[in-house]
DNA sequence: AGAAATTATACCTTAACGGGTATAATCATA
DNA sequence: TATGATTATACCCGTTAAGGTATAATTTCT
């Protein structure tokens, strides 16, 4: 599985959706979401998980090795 | 798939590790191990990895409704 | 190519996380 | 039950994430 940034930015995009539209939908600051699919890893995880819920999906545990 | 804190609470125990050992092994504070196992949402997602990486695992997005 | 839109990077302020410590509560074992 | 070990809760402080804003870089069109 990718990284979350990654899942986040892929999806975003599947969806039609700028960063800017896609912050204001999840309720989210336009610069979390830039830093979030920039790979940014000291991000919090409640931020996160806002953001993985416009997919239906949030943070679980997962094989790290899962390229 | 469990939420992570419970996740991480489960697998220690099952290592036969206290709150205290685990913060030792895992580079941790003892204080972010306790708020993580308590269920605490907005913790820091580095962290959070570098407490799931102790068992090969790390955050990866996955279906919500995943009980 | 150029123009418009989108995304990336930088600076500043505020709020809060993480760490440490102390104390209380809970659990385990004899 | 009592005693010790483990875990939970509360306080203080330094560091930093998040958000806003501004500017630069990149992409996406025509």
Redesign the interface.
Known sequence: ?K??GT?IKENRKAAGLTQEEFAMRAGLGLRFVRDLEQGK??????K??QA??M????????????E
Chains 1, 2 share one sequence.
Do not use: H, S, Y
């Open positions: 599985m990284n979350i899942f890893e000291t991000v919090r995880m409640d996160v998980n993985l819920a997919f239906g999906m949030k943070a679980v545990p997962g094989k790290a090795d899962d």
